[in-house]
């Protein structure tokens, strides 16, 4: 056998993120590309596709980059289509591009729920199934879901996104069912509070400079007291999509800081004097 690090190497693989301009997606990318994966990444316009292209040539990673709605078939198919053409095909799909709308169920539209679904549950769906004939046909793949703390808990004003991330925990298991015979391994990621734009109205600072109630009450509930980083999950998201979880299927693996297996504390009793961690 050789050294135990070559199992996480990504080496020869594509690599294929969604929504990776920014945020989670583009640590995601830059992982991948460090350990040796060809990335290509899409989003949903032109001007967060150049913005993507500019942070991968600062950070010195050549990356393929197109413009694609992951809630559009048609667009989803074309963009696997010029990536096996171009690049190859895709052997590690990371369904990555989310959205939020935090809106009391009773004051949410039915559009509006459907946006949340469309591109949180049923866009994973449409990439899963555009990738999974070529893996099934190379005899293996990897596709990694974005799942969330909404995949296990609720709260006020997310009923659209915790039913989509529910849901979307429930799709990793079924792609695991029906596909793990072809040695594709589905599985996903469970991120607790990461600081990133999706997140940021809940770290505002109030008009008076003191905290936003839900960071400190975030902070309460997870006992590293602190955000995750984006640089948090880059190991786990280079482990699942590398030979080093070859026999791990099914699995939404939470990297919370603990927010899962603590009750917490009170959000008074916390020492902000210590939070100068994010902004
Ligand atoms: P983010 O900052 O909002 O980035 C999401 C990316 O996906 C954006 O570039 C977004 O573009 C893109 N996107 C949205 N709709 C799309 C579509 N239809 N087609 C293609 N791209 C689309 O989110 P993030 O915080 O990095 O999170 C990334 C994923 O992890 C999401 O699925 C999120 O639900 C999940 N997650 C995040 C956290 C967290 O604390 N941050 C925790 C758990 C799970 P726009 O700019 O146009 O929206
Ligand atoms: C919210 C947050 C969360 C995070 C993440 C937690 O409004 O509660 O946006 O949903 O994005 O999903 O794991």
């Given at each position: 056998?050789?050294?135990?690090?070559d199992?996480?190497?990504?080496k020869?693989k594509?690599?294929w993120?969604t929504g990776a301009?920014y945020g989670?997606?583009?640590?995601?990318?830059l992982a991948y590309?460090e350990?040796?994966?060809?990335v290509?990444?899409?989003d949903?316009?032109?001007?967060?596709?150049?913005?993507?292209?500019e942070?991968?040539?600062k950070?010195?990673v050549?990356v393929?980059?197109?413009?694609?709605d992951?809630?559009?078939?048609e667009?989803?198919?074309?963009?696997?289509?010029?990536?096996?053409?171009?690049?190859?095909?895709?052997?590690i799909l990371?369904?990555?591009?989310g959205?939020i709308?935090r809106?009391?169920?009773?004051?949410m539209?039915?559009?509006q729920?459907?946006q949340?679904?469309?591109?949180?549950?049923?866009?994973?769906?449409?990439?899963?199934?555009?990738?999974l004939?070529?893996?099934?046909a190379?005899?293996?793949?990897k596709i990694?879901?974005?799942?969330s703390?909404m995949?296990?808990?609720?709260?006020?004003?997310v009923?659209?996104?915790?039913?989509?991330?529910?849901g979307?925990?429930?799709?990793?298991?079924?792609i695991?069912s029906?596909?793990?015979?072809?040695?594709?391994?589905?599985?996903a990621?469970?991120p607790g509070?990461?600081a990133?734009?999706?997140?940021?109205?809940l770290?505002e600072?109030?008009?008076?400079g003191?905290?936003?109630?839900?960071d400190?009450f975030?902070r309460s509930?997870?006992p590293?007291?602190r955000?995750?980083?984006?640089?948090?999950?880059?190991?786990?998201?280079v482990f699942?999509?590398s030979?080093a979880?070859?026999?791990i299927?099914?699995?939404?693996v939470y990297?919370?800081?603990?927010?899962?297996?603590?009750?917490g504390?009170?959000?008074n009793?916390?020492?902000?004097s210590?939070f100068?961690?994010?902004?």
């Open positions: 056998m050789g050294n135990i690090l199992k996480f190497s990504l020869g594509v690599a993120i301009s989670l997606g583009l640590a995601y990318a590309a350990a040796g994966a060809k290509v990444f899409n949903i316009n032109e001007d967060l596709v150049n913005r993507g292209l942070e991968y040539k950070a010195g050549e393929y980059g197109a413009v694609c992951v809630t559009n078939e667009q989803v198919t074309k963009f696997v289509a010029d990536v096996k053409e171009k690049v190859g095909s895709i052997d990371v369904n990555n591009a959205i709308k809106i009391p169920m009773t004051e539209t039915v559009d729920w459907n949340v679904i469309n591109v949180d549950l049923t866009g994973p769906f449409i990439c899963s199934k555009a990738v004939p070529d893996m099934i190379k005899g293996s793949g990694i879901n974005a799942c703390m995949s296990e808990l609720g709260r006020e004003t009923s659209a996104y915790a039913a989509a991330k529910g979307l925990k429930m799709l990793t298991k079924n695991c029906e596909y793990g015979q072809y040695n594709i391994q589905c599985n990621i469970g509070y990461i990133t734009p999706q997140t940021a109205p770290r600072k109030q008009p008076d003191s905290m936003h109630p839900f400190r975030i509930k997870t590293a007291q955000w995750g980083k984006t640089e948090d999950l880059m190991g786990l998201a699942l999509a030979e979880s070859d026999f299927n099914g699995q939404v990297i919370d800081g603990g927010i899962l297996a603590y009750i504390q009170d959000p009793n916390l020492d902000e210590k100068a961690d994010v902004d």
